[in-house]
């Protein structure tokens, strides 16, 4: 799907620069509406009335609509270019934040969040072509990394920041806000963004079926273990991070609101820190995709069971744990250079892109699922106890994942790189 070898000229670099830095902004947005349903979940209980089955289905909406939107991106993107299609979703993107606002009811704001998870599908894989298109193959990893590092500032303005817009201006009027920001960047975008440096053409593409090759990918088990392993890592994380933390902290441990997004901001804090750490823990430390991503996942499930022993702990344990939360998910980022090295070059694409697909699909899915766990309102939870059901699953699937994953290789590069290392 890129072209790594197309390089801007050294008098685009401008524009390049501009192109980089509008899809950061774009991408924070994502990562804004991703998770920004736990801090006002009380606002939403109360005004749609909703209860903790129909939250948990609005918070999905926009994850099973996104996943869904990635079979045919890649297709769509090369034969329409970027900066149209990005523009179009956007614009679908801001439609959807503003039919959120104004929802009479569940079913509307549900299908205001559906339209944002469409609208904010191809942030993310766009800003890549881009920057395969626009700056040197060998500056590629950096600085698609550097666009995922710099996008978790859309989780910190999902937190406390967005408590303080909604306590002035209430939850409608702060998505208002933000589809306004967001019409301004599309326009920004369209104006700044071109898909290839002047006088390089976009490749023509052919009329091939877009799912040739699938059969291939199904008939690896590595495929389906480390999707299983990106279903729970990220989903457990978008489950309680985009929904059920909020309910949690609030109703659960009887924290006020801005308390509850100052803790919810370490869960970023630890996620951005652990992206480039455990990534040089892989390269350079261990030499091993699998030796960083599979303790990663039995931490990350000791670490949600902690959430049942939470009664009465001060807040800096509570943001110690939210930290670390963070932090022990982002190995799961190692897990897509591992599937990668472990299938054969001409499925390395549509490997990505599935699992892509279950890394969306696990924080729909996981979302609703705790909602059918969790009994009666939110807002009626006091104590904790009732979210034990919640704890306990997320748990269990982590460890599952991780011990599927003990029986799956090394990559043949981590395998390489670790004997560097011993020696």
Known sequence: MFNLSVNAR???????????????????????????????????????????????????????????????????????????????????????????????????????????????????????????????????????????????????????????????????????????????????????????????????????????????????????VISLSTFFRYGCLMALQGLWAGPYLMNGLGLDQVQTGNILLFVPVGYMIGLPLWGRVSDDVLGSRKRVAMPGLFVSAGLTLSLGLMQGMPMWVLCVLFFLLGLMSAPGQVMYPHIKELLPDHLAARALTGINLYTMLGAAALMQTAGFLVDGEPSAMHGIEGYWPVWLFMAGGLSLAGLLYLLIPDSRIGRERRAVVEG
Not at 93 to 98: E, K, P, Q, R
Request: proline share 5%.
């Open 10 to 224: 050294a008098g685009d670099r401008g524009r390049a620069w501009a192109i980089y830095f509008v899809c950061i902004s774009c991408y924070m947005l994502s990562m804004f509406y991703r998770v920004s349903v736990t801090v006002i979940s009380p606002q939403l209980s109360a005004d749609l009335g909703l209860d903790a089955a129909r939250l948990s289905d609005l918070s999905a909406a926009f994850f099973y609509t996104f996943a869904a939107a990635q079979i045919p991106l890649g297709f769509v993107l090369d034969r329409w270019g970027t900066r149209r299609v990005m523009t179009l979703l956007n614009l679908l993107g801001v439609a959807g934040a503003l039919l959120f606002a104004a929802a009479p009811g569940g079913g509307v704001a549900t299908l205001g969040r559906m339209l944002l998870g469409v609208g904010m599908s191809c942030n993310m894989i766009g800003a890549m072509m881009l920057i395969a298109a626009w700056f040197p193959p060998h500056r590629f990893a950096t600085l698609t990394g550097a666009i995922v590092g710099a996008s978790t500032a859309g989780q910190f303005l999902a937190a406390t920041p967005l408590v303080y817009i909604s306590q002035a201006m209430g939850w409608r009027g702060a998505f208002i806000v933000v589809a306004a920001i967001n019409a301004l960047l599309t326009g920004l975008f369209y104006l700044v963004v071109r898909d290839t440096p002047p006088g390089v053409e976009l490749p023509l593409v052919g009329k091939e079926n877009p799912l040739k090759g699938l059969a291939q990918l199904f008939r690896h088990g590595y495929y389906w």
